[in-house]
């Protein structure tokens, strides 16, 4: 369940599922936990006895004990062979990373790099006129990948606070689609590769001809980031 949905899950009907089915109750975590969005999940955690929580990221794992697994995450096979048009693209919130993507987006402009981004919560004095850049509509998490996957390269940009692989991080991989990316962390993640990802701090770091580059990407990629993988691991600890 998404984190606006704790809102209307009851504590009661929860211990229910549990007497009934004789069930454990585990959270999962996709995002900081300190990250604005999981205000309600924050909430939510510290009222309720989960069986156990999990996290994505490592910080969080070692500040509040969580258990640490990678995201689950599941592929749509059918848009595998979607054809690239754009050079890079980024899809995302604000989340007070606008002046940094910005920034991206105009030395791309003016290296003459294609891109398409689509981006929510921005106000508009934030926003940039340049073509390819849709502001505040958001769309289905197919689409998003499709249209992620019409760029040879996607933009990762990390939030305040968060550590760890992200969501961009699970696409490029899986979809081999070249990623450039403010996160160091990347270089400790499975299937790390500096000929497929590029790690920058600043705009000026950025290599706009590696990103522009058609060079064939594989990371080799083995499935151990299904949600089954996950499972798994939950049903060991209560053999």
Partial sequence: MFNGTLDYLDFGYLDKLRKKHHIKIVMILVDAFLAS???????FSKKYGFDYIYTFDPKDEETYGF????????????LRG???????GFVGS?????SMINSILESAND??????????????????SFPNIVYNTA???KQTVFEELQCNCLLDVLSEGQSGATLRYYEAVVYNRKLLTNNTDVKDLPFYDPDYIHIFAKPEDIDWEWVKARTPVDFHYDGRFSPSCLIDEILQLEK
């Fill in 111 to 128: 290296a003459h790099v294609s891109f398409r981004a689509r981006l929510v919560h921005v106000k508009s004095n934030d926003r940039l």
């Fill in 139 to 141: 769309v289905d998490y």
């Fill in 67 to 78: 258990m640490f697994h990678t995201i689950p995450y599941s592929t749509f096979e059918e």
């Fill in 94 to 98: 604000n989340k007070g990373r606008i």
């Fill in 82 to 88: 979607t054809e690239i048009q754009y050079d890079f």
């Fill in 37 to 43: 969005i999981c205000k309600n999940m924050r909430t």
